[in-house]
Structures are given as structure tokens and as C-alpha cells.
């Protein structure tokens, strides 16, 4: 992470070459012993973090120690300045969560709101770090953003990243997706044998055994026993074989529904409309799941 142990205070000072103005009034020290002088007055207007109260009084020549690094200062201390301020685009997680943490600390307004747009842009790759920070921070929307990219997982990854307060949340979210893949998902679309209503939740030589008994809802056929150019029983296999590798398939139902074997200009106009049918079906689902922020 950005951050790093504190230096020796034996260490000589360094000075950031971008906070060291002369008449700057308060003068603060990073973790790794870099001198940051920067004006009162900034820090008033653009931060509640650093109230006159709490910081030296003026003309006092103390120097404010800070938990962070001055990577993270260098950073965080532009904010508080009429200037163009960092984008941040190429900034790497490790340096941007613990300045989104800074951010919050000292409440810098113009860095947390950056911060919280990278760190919703980097949730598909860091998804548990970035639900810890939103729900540390109050940020609901992102926390619901981010809560459909953890379902897939494993739970002793999460309990590694996630706070002791949010796994049990985490799970009962999870358990919401699970009931979905197992009572709507796996269930038998309306193209197969209505007296078939078991939910499938099995291996591929199942599934086989399962689409060999199902005809079409439209023609009736059964492309294993007849060999018609309906090819539901085929379809229904290779979809069932999909969705059970996982709850997590439900977040990419393309893939679930995209069938290599059986070109798509070759499927019967019958076995389209079960197939988009059986989707509908799934995405109603989905859609009643709550977000995950309304378990916290």
C-alpha cells in the first residue's frame, strides 16, 4: 500500500519540493520524514480534518506529525490549492486507497470525490477492498455497485479482505443469489417436460439425461429421439451445463446463453423464444435481489 512504516526519528528531514513555500504557517511531517509547509488558510476552506483548533497555532513553529507517507501527502495536499488537481488515471491502487483514506480522514472534499469515482472504476479488480471503503464511508450506491462482483468469491478470500462487520452481511447477499440460480435459473424452462419440476442442479451427463426427456413447447419434437430440426433437448443441456458451474453465472448470462456447438442462425424460431423466455425469467430474478448495501 501506499503507506509505509514510520521512519526512525533520528532520520534527517526530507522536504517536498511542492509544499515548502516560505510563508507557508503550518508545517506538517509524513511517516517517512518529509517536511510538507502548506497555508492555514487552504486547509480551512478545503478541509474539516484540519481545524485551527487542531493544528499549530499561528506563528508556532511545530512540526504536525501525520500517520502517512509522503507519497500519499504529496498527493493529498494538492487538493487543498486553486490549481489544476491530479486526475489520478494513472495513479495504481496501492497508492490510490490509502489517499481515498486520507481523504476521508482529514475530510479534503476535493480529493474525496475523485477518489471515490477511481475507486468505483477499480472495483471489478479489487471488489472487496473497495465494499469495505464504501461501507466504512457511507458510500451506499457504490456498495451496491460493487456487492454483484463478490458473489462469486471464495469465502475465505473475503473474510481475509472484508471487516468482521460486513461478512455476515456478505453472506445472507450471497444466499440471495444462490436462491435465484437454484429456484429460477436451474429450474426447467416452460419449453421442457411441464411434469418434469425437479430443480437440476447436476453434472453434464445429467444434463443430457435430464434434455433427452424435454420436447419443444411449439413443435413437440424431441431433436435426441427424433432427429427434427428442433434442437431444444440440445439447447437445454448446453444452457443447464453453463449455469452449473456456479452462482456466478448469473452475472454473465451471455455466456450462458451463447452456444458454440449449435450456431445461432441455426436455432429453430421455437426454441428462440423458449430460450429468451428461460433469460426473462432469470433477469426477473435478479432484479428482486436487494442491493448489497441494504444488508450492512
Not at 511542492?18 to 511517516?31: E, P, Q
Not at 489544476?84 to 481523504?103: I, N, Y
Amino acid at each position: 500500500m501506499g503507506d509505509s512504516t514510520s521512519a526512525p526519528s533520528n532520520v534527517p528531514l526530507a522536504e517536498s519540493p511542492l509544499f515548502n513555500a516560505s510563508d507557508a504557517d503550518v508545517s506538517f511531517i509524513s511517516s517517512d520524514r518529509t517536511l510538507f509547509r502548506v497555508h492555514r488558510k487552504n486547509l480551512e476552506v478545503c478541509a474539516e480534518g484540519f481545524p485551527p483548533c487542531e493544528v499549530a497555532s499561528p506563528g508556532s513553529q511545530e512540526l504536525i506529525p501525520l500517520e502517512e507517507c509522503s507519497t500519499i501527502l504529496e498527493l493529498l495536499f494538492q487538493f487543498i490549492y486553486p490549481r489544476r488537481h491530479p486526475g489520478l488515471d494513472t495513479v495504481t491502487f496501492d497508492v490510490l486507497a490509502p489517499l481515498a483514506e486520507a481523504a476521508e480522514k482529514y475530510q479534503v472534499f476535493p480529493a474525496m470525490n475523485i477518489c471515490h469515482i477511481r475507486l468505483r472504476d477499480m472495483g471489478k479488480d479489487h471488489p472487496v477492498e473497495v465494499a469495505a471503503y464504501a461501507a466504512k464511508h457511507d458510500y451506499p450506491h457504490l456498495l451496491g455497485e460493487i456487492g454483484p462482483m463478490m458473489i462469486s468469491m471464495p469465502a475465505v478470500d473475503v473474510a481475509d479482505l472484508l471487516p468482521p462487520n460486513l461478512f455476515r452481511p456478505w453472506t445472507r447477499y450471497v444466499q440471495e443469489w444462490v436462491r435465484i440460480h437454484q429456484t429460477i435459473a436451474l429450474q426447467l424452462p416452460t419449453g421442457g417436460n411441464p411434469q418434469v419440476s425437479s430443480v437440476w442442479s447436476g453434472h453434464s451427463s445429467q444434463a443430457n439425461a435430464v434434455a433427452q426427456s424435454q420436447n419443444c413447447n411449439y413443435c413437440g419434437r424431441n431433436s435426441y429421439n427424433h432427429g427434427s430440426s428442433c434442437n431444444w433437448s440440445q439447447l437445454i443441456a448446453a444452457v443447464l451445463q453453463n449455469l452449473a458451474a456456479g452462482v456466478h453465472t448469473l452475472r454473465a448470462l451471455d455466456a450462458v446463453f451463447n452456444i458454440p456447438a449449435v450456431p445461432k442462425e441455426s436455432i429453430p424460431r421455437c426454441c428462440e423464444w423458449d430460450l429468451a423466455d428461460w433469460r426473462r425469467k432469470i433477469e426477473a430474478g435478479i432484479e428482486t435481489i436487494p442491493k448489497f448495501s441494504t444488508f450492512v
